[in-house]
Nanobody
């Protein structure tokens, strides 16, 4: 069993930056693909970024390419999301998730952290 805890959210102005962290407890973190998702009020949850177990492969939603960077430190059981050039449309609750075979869905989810970008 793995538990995930996000941190680093907050209020930032347009053009600002934030770095989200997701700390994992339990076994197996280094074998999981990790992802970040977000859900804005009144909208469905959407994929933001993902990173392979080794960190060698990353994936991004078109809406965040070039602005967000996902990374991980398996020694610290932590995955990060560096967010630059934030826009009001990035406002959402951000969730991290992990899984062995994410093609069938993520197995573990955090509670989320709020990111608010003011215009």
């Amino acid at each position: 069993q793995v538990q995930l805890a996000e941190s680093g959210g907050g209020l930032v102005q347009t053009g600002g930056s934030l770095r989200l962290s997701c700390a994992a407890s339990g076994r197996g973190f280094s074998t999981y693909t990790m992802g970040w998702f977000r859900q804005a009020p009144g909208k469905e949850r959407e994929f933001v970024a993902a990173i392979s177990w080794s960190g060698g492969t990353t994936y991004y939603a078109d809406s965040v390419k070039g602005r967000f960077t996902i990374s991980r430190d398996n020694a610290k059981n932590t995955v990060y999301l560096q967010m630059l050039s934030l826009k009001p449309e990035d406002t959402a609750v951000y969730y991290c998730a992990g899984g062995l075979d994410v093609d069938t869905g993520y197995d573990y989810w955090g509670q989320g952290t709020q990111v608010t970008v003011s215009s």
